[in-house]
């Protein structure tokens, strides 16, 4: 039988489409009744704030790919125009889904558990009376209509925020009769408004800003007759351009970019159903859009806006049931994690186990007197984060304290440079990494002097350092001594803050440098023991896959009888099943409460199991344009609680488990067996 040629396109699944399949599988998390049903309204509105994002980058960046003629293709060997057209046709149908399962499942099962989002058609005269006050007092005194003709020309409408389009009739006091007018809905105030219960029928009774601004948008022009009102909103691209050959300073850089964003190139265009086609062509005119373009939505054009129902309406029992992140009984007993680290490596696995002991690592070490350093990365961190505020106690107290700040990390781009900022203030040393390769590792290092010797104390992470994502996205973080790893992260800093050649690490694996060749390697390990007749066996749990020589490898793993069990949440462009390819791959998706976050990469190793976390995917940007760290789980009970909370577990879930099929879609794991949902079971296990 002839050899199968590993480099046909048929092999490999786009990653535009892939990614859009995660979309709907968080969609579909939005229709399971069994869940508590703000739970339900929150996965629509995360579905809707993953296609804007979708919208700002992908689809931003095949739009530049036509414009420019590109022809260049991936591995699947499609066009950038073939991907395009498939992409609008999942996104329409992905979009219209969404509304239906907002306007016939979510709505009557909030109706059913007397939360009401009000339309006009149902206000009775005592809602009327108070939104006409609302209207009065918090919006007409802040909008800005603007009256389209030679002197008020289209206005620059700013990314994913909400318009009105208006069609008037009549003269203005001037004489004017254009007949349109854009209205903006201030920024400054909420999308959704509860009307106090003194005033409704409920406690939880609300408007949205669009239903108040409609019901009085004749009140903005008096004495004309207002024929139509209909919202909208412009998706732009957000992807900032930086010229990493050409720039001298990146944070002026980034500082000059990031108001363009706002009225970067439009790339969607969102319309109420009823805008008459008249109107919608105008808007997709003034845009310079297409009809593929245009988006008729059958509710509110920002479905994400209404996340703020969930925080308005405190009724637990509509919601997953809150735990408390386990601290491991080692650190209850003694609260000096130095000393507890002289006994052995921490391994926290979150949001199951509390990110607090990181957080105390390095409050401990900003006040303890032997500290005589701290080093730290940082990607994303939020607003009043007590790691940055640590830092600058520290650095204060007069310790070396040295940051190095991602200031490209997307969408955090401005917070990043703030926290720059501040850390600098503080007497804090703060560099920007390594220009063309984004900083994507998790690292602490401390210095202590312990006697007469300097001992160095580590985090490593597969997450961010950001307190909250710390208690929705699941990822480890491993605390050590570990002299060998010490002496690698602080080789690792060196090379980000100085100049020089990568110095040979003793265990961790980094990107750049050595990350893909190490995990190329093992693959290679897991071939030749299943050609030699030994078992060999690979486990990856990570984000998104998408390398396509890792992906040859795993083919040619699976041609040679290796067992592959991928764990990949987002995009896979790998194809399971294929005869004589992958028919020993088998690649699952989990998709429940947590987001799942971790990066695991699992090799049996003749039976000396090779574990290792990751800040990296299996994707190209990853292994070879951004500084990664992988370090091993080498201490017994870590690394078992690895192999069977972080990897066995999610193989035997059989309730948010869905399974990548041969032709791309996936399918809901068979509930046949007794159910089990290995996020629930982490939970029981850590949170009982």
Not at 197 to 216: C, E, K, P, T
Not at 466 to 482: K, Q, V
Not at 522 to 534: L, M, S, V
């Amino acid at each position: 039988m002839d050899t199968p040629d590993l480099k046909n396109p048929t092999l490999y699944i786009n990653r535009e489409l892939s990614l859009l399949e995660f979309n709907r599988r968080v969609i579909e998390q939005a229709k399971d009744e069994n869940l508590p049903l703000l739970e339900r309204l929150k996965f629509l509105c995360i579905a809707s704030t993953n296609l804007d994002e979708f919208f700002e980058i992908r689809v931003a960046g095949l739009k530049q790919q036509i414009k420019y003629g590109s022809v260049q293709t991936g591995p699947d060997n499609l066009l950038p125009s073939e991907v395009m057209s498939r992409v609008g046709e999942t996104a329409h149908q992905i979009v219209t889904e969404q509304y239906q399962i907002w306007n016939n499942m979510i709505i009557p099962a909030m109706a059913n558990d007397k939360i009401r989002l009000l339309r006009r058609s149902h206000w009775k005269p005592m809602v009327s009376r108070w939104v006409q006050r609302y209207f009065n007092a918090e919006v007409l005194p802040i909008l800005s209509p603007i009256g389209l003709d030679p002197a008020h020309p289209f206005p620059r409408v700013l990314n994913k925020n909400l318009y009105f389009i208006i069609s008037l009739e009549g003269k203005d006091a001037f004489g004017r009769d254009s007949g349109l007018a854009i209205v903006q809905a201030p920024r400054s105030l909420p999308r959704v408004v509860q009307i106090p219960s003194a005033h409704s029928n409920g406690n939880h009774d609300f408007v949205m800003l669009s239903s108040i601004i409609h019901a009085h948008v004749k009140d903005l022009f008096p004495g004309m007759n207002v024929l139509g009102c209909y919202q909208f909103k412009v998706t732009r691209d957000s992807d900032l351009l930086i010229d990493d050959e050409e720039v001298d300073d990146l944070l002026r850089a980034l500082e000059g970019e990031l108001p363009s964003r706002r009225f970067s190139n439009a790339v969607r265009l969102e319309v109420a159903d009823n805008c008459p086609d008249h109107l919608s062509d105008f808007l997709l005119q003034k845009f310079e859009l297409q009809k593929d373009d245009l988006y008729r939505v059958s509710g509110p054009v920002n479905l994400g806006r209404l996340l703020a129902i969930c925080d308005l309406v405190d009724r637990p029992e509509l919601k997953f049931a809150g735990f408390k992140p386990e601290i491991p009984n080692r650190l209850l007993k003694n609260t000096n994690i130095f000393e507890v680290l002289h006994h052995g490596d921490i391994l926290l696995h979150h949001p199951f186990q509390s990110f607090a002991p990181v957080i105390d690592f390095v409050r401990q070490a900003s006040t303890d007197p032997n500290v005589l350093s701290i080093k730290q990365t940082l990607y994303r961190t939020g607003a009043d984060s007590a790691l940055v505020e640590a830092l600058k106690v520290a650095a204060r107290e007069g310790k070396e304290v040295t940051v190095v700040i991602e200031l490209r990390a997307r969408f955090d781009e401005e917070a990043n440079i703030e926290l720059a900022s501040e850390l600098q203030k503080a007497g804090a040393h703060v560099v920007y990494g390594v220009v063309g390769f984004k900083t994507h590792a998790k690292m602490i290092l401390v210095v202590r002097r312990e006697g007469r010797s300097l001992r160095r104390y580590v985090h490593l992470g597969t997450g961010n350092y950001h307190a909250r994502t710390a208690r929705l996205y699941t990822d480890y973080g491993l605390l050590t001594c570990d002299k060998s790893t010490g002496e690698d992260v602080n080789k690792l800093f060196h090379q980000l803050t100085g100049l020089g050649r990568a110095g040979k690490l003793k265990k961790l694996l980094q990107s750049p440098f050595t990350l893909y060749k190490s995990m190329l390697g093992f693959i290679e390990d897991e071939i030749k023991a299943a050609t030699e007749g030994k078992k060999a066996w690979i486990i990856a749990k990570m984000n998104a896959l998408t390398d396509p020589e890792i992906i040859k490898a795993l083919y040619r793993a699976s041609q040679a009888g290796v067992k592959v069990d991928l764990i990949v949440r987002g995009i896979c462009c790998l194809r399971p099943g294929v005869q004589g390819v992958s028919e020993n791959i088998q690649v699952r998706s989990i998709v429940g409460r947590f987001l799942e976050h971790t990066r695991i990469y699992y090799f049996y190793n003749s039976g000396e199991d090779r574990v290792f976390c990751s800040s990296a995917d299996w994707m190209t940007r990853n292994l070879h344009y951004r500084v990664e760290v992988s370090f091993p789980i080498e201490e017994k009970r870590p690394r078992d609680s690895v192999i069977a909370y972080g990897l066995m577990n999610y193989l035997s879930d059989n309730m948010q488990s869905w399974v990548l099929q041969s032709d791309g879609s996936y399918k809901r794991s068979k509930t046949s067996s007794k159910p089990r949902s290995a996020q629930q079971h982490i939970l029981e296990h850590y949170c009982d």
